[in-house]
């Protein structure tokens, strides 16, 4: 009998046991066992969400004839900081292939290790993120008539409505050009009136409006200038009034206001300090509509908050204290004020909620309360009021919802199923703003920021407070560069 071997297909080497193959203890191998001689590197499928990166795993088991072997348990270890896996062990399916998403706050590479049927490989190999990936932390996040961006050097700068002190810069003047913030800065958020950031040392900052406790200062003073609000964070997400922040260990913490649920800690009451919500968790989205997702590292999928057009995706319309699961398989989600959109580990795309303008992307107008799939190659997602954004592996920037300027293509029409944008994206961030007659083919609504590979930052949309940071109020229904310093 010829040698069998097992191949770990982008990870690893072949396995040294006799035994793990089924095969006859009678008869041993007669030789060493060979290496694999492929290398693990980045799926299609990695990408950036909430200052993480994520990527999926694949390890083959096949036979010395290259025949599959289904049912074999791989389990996988990941070197370093910082990281977690949707599964620590799973099993591999008929073609032999076994895969888990590795998420990790960390760029630099990892080393794997993959063991099968309990017996490690050989060999390790590392994983190295896309590099057009290079800004894992940095981010772009639209406020409500404002605009936030991170540069590469750490520094965060700011322009738009300012009525709030939303822009950080000690005053209440609004700001037609982006003006620096501070310095030190990896991930910027933004509610409504407000921002939540992080600094590379994991401190935890805010400022703007806190009259429901969205800062979690434990006060409801407004702030004109950033403050200090805990420490020890790895990313964060804002709603229109709340707030949320993980920890690098998955513990997921709110704060804020609470009308609906949205903190998810099976209450109302608004908190005007962090409280606990659960742990396990890998990212969060909070967004306008009083609802919030957030993903776990097994890949399922939670939500918590109203539901009046089943953005929850639980298959009802009843509002959730806490959170329920809605799937499983997803890498992250996000989600507009009434809809809610989530990446599966695959780079499917998947929508559910309100749909009247089309910004489900399923090429109709009918409200979902269960998620559909609407496309392939997604790594990265956001949404605004009535429209969805999406970013290819490929760095095309793709969106779908109603027209208004917003959707960055150049036209107003409702777009039921995606359109492309443009290219070289890695995140964009959109809010929703009061409709506002001025122009650009009729009224603009909203406005949305993007960052580009190079790191530059792009606009479109409203721009009736100088959300666009190009020294006017004029509208754009094309994406126009941000004229940083």
Wanted: glycine share 16%; charged share 15%.
């Amino acid at each position: 009998m010829t040698t069998a071997r097992t191949w770990i297909g982008l990870v690893a080497a072949l396995c040294s046991t006799w035994e793990l193959l089924g095969c006859s203890d009678a008869r041993p191998p007669a030789r060493p066992v060979e290496p694999v001689r492929s290398a693990l590197v980045a799926s299609p499928g990695a990408g950036i969400a909430n200052g993480q990166f994520f990527v999926t795993l694949t390890a083959t088991a096949r036979d010395g004839s290259g025949t599959p072997l289904p049912g074999r348990s791989a389990q996988f270890e990941v070197s370093g900081s910082g990281n977690s896996l949707s599964a620590d062990s799973t099993s591999t399916d008929a073609a032999g292939n076994a895969t888990v998403t590795l998420i990790s706050t960390q760029a630099e590479g990892k080393e794997v290790r993959v063991s099968l049927d309990g017996v490690a490989v050989e060999q390790r190999a590392s994983v190295l993120f896309l590099e057009r990936f290079p800004e894992h932390h940095r981010s772009v996040a639209a406020g409500g008539g404002f605009a936030l961006a991170v540069r590469r050097d750490g520094t965060l700068w700011a322009w738009g409505d300012n009525r709030a002190g939303q822009l950080g810069d000690g005053t209440t003047e609004t700001r037609l050009s982006p003006v620096q913030v501070g310095s030190g800065f990896t991930s910027v958020v933004a509610g409504r009136t407000h921002v939540i950031a992080l600094k590379a040392d994991g401190t935890l900052w805010a400022w703007g409006d806190n009259g429901w406790g969205q800062l979690g200062d434990g006060t409801s003073e407004p702030r004109r200038t950033p403050v200090q609000v805990g420490n020890g964070f790895a990313s964060v997400a804002a709603g229109s009034s709340h707030s949320y922040a993980l920890t690098p260990d998955g513990a997921l913490w709110a704060w804020g206001a609470n009308p609906s649920g949205e903190l998810g800690d099976g209450t109302t009451q608004s908190k005007a300090a962090p409280v606990p919500i659960g742990t396990g968790f890998t990212s969060v989205a909070a967004v306008p509509g009083g609802f919030s997702l957030a993903v776990r590292r097994d890949g399922t999928l939670w939500a918590w908050g109203s539901n009046r057009a089943g953005e929850l995706g639980d298959g009802t319309t009843e509002t959730r204290l806490s959170p329920v699961q809605v799937g499983a398989g997803f890498v992250f989600a996000a989600a507009g004020s009434g809809h809610s959109l989530g990446i599966k580990t695959d780079g499917t795309m998947w929508s559910w909620g309100a749909n009247f303008w089309g910004q489900l992307g399923d090429g109709t107008r009918e409200e979902r309360h269960l998620p559909v799939q609407i496309g392939t190659g997604y790594v990265f997602a956001a949404g605004g009021q009535e429209t969805s954004y999406g970013i290819k592996a490929d760095g095309t920037l793709w969106a779908w919802g109603s027209g208004w300027c917003v959707l960055g293509d150049g036209t107003t029409p409702d777009r039921l199923e995606p359109v492309e944008v443009g290219t070289g994206f890695v995140q964009v961030s959109a809010r929703p703003q009061n409709p506002v007659s001025i122009g650009c083919f009729g009224s603009c609504y909203a406005h949305a920021v993007a960052q580009k590979a190079d790191g530059s930052f792009w606009v479109w949309g409203d721009n009736s407070s100088g959300q666009l940071g190009n020294g006017t109020t004029l509208p754009s229904a094309l994406p126009l560069q941000v004229p940083l310093p």
